[in-house]
T-cell receptor, first 113, second 110 residues
């Protein structure tokens, strides 16, 4: 059973607030990912990490930042949220060499008013 | 760059109907190919995969064959159930990342 957790599941906040979306996995996976899923369902990779102290930007430019201080934890932060950040955010993890087999969390649905 | 194209949705079928969701890809190398499924309110989960040409991936009655000559990886199921209603994503591996298609929503009516 794959265990990857995201909190909160739903978040409604006002413009200008700083937020952190949490993602944790208990599988000891080296690689972790953040995707943004738009209302049309399409997935966009916004950040990924190869392991502790490694972070990379994905294919879609994002104003968010990430950190990877512990293997199991990969939080995403928005310093100043805007309505354009309203979206579904999905976290995933994989083994280093089997990156095609990714395990996804349930997602955080963010609404910025 | 590499890309994946899926058939447009939504697809609506009656229970026990035959399902095909088309997926074609463009790639410079020899990627592995995947189908992921997203049930309502959940994250994605891997449905099946194929790592080289002519491989067939299968799981839960779903099948897909890696066709290099037609650059395709179509998803099929002989008899769909209401519980198969979900969004299906085709994907390919690309340099340590996955590239996803745009997703195809399937709705199965009793």
């Amino acid at each position: 059973e794959a265990d990857i957790y995201q909190t909160p599941r739903y978040l409604v906040i006002g413009t200008g607030k700083k937020i952190t979306l949490e993602c944790s996995q208990t599988m000891g996976h080296d690689k972790m990912y953040w995707y943004q899923q738009d209302p049309g369902m399409e997935l966009h990779l916004i950040h990924y990490s190869y392991g502790v102290n490694s972070t990379e930007k994905g294919d879609l430019s994002s104003e968010s930042t990430v950190s990877r201080i512990r293997t199991e934890h990969f939080p995403l932060t928005l310093e100043s949220a805007r309505p354009s950040h309203t979206s579904q955010y999905l976290c995933a993890s994989s083994e280093y060499y089997d990156y095609g087999t990714q395990y996804f969390g349930p997602g955080t649905r963010l609404t910025v008013l | 760059g590499d890309s994946v194209t899926q058939m447009e949705g939504p697809v609506t079928l009656s229970e026990e109907a035959f399902l095909t969701i088309n997926c074609t890809y463009t790639a410079t190398g020899y990627p592995s190919l995947f189908w992921y499924v997203q049930y309502p309110g959940e994250g994605l989960q891997l449905l099946l995969k194929a790592t080289k040409a002519d491989d067939k991936g299968s799981n839960k009655g779903f099948e897909a064959t890696y066709r290099k000559e037609t650059t395709s990886f179509h998803l099929e199921k002989g008899s769909v159930q209401v519980s198969d209603s979900a969004v299906y994503f085709c994907a390919l591996s690309d340099g340590g990342k996955l590239i996803f298609g745009q997703g195809t929503e399937l709705s199965v009516k009793p």
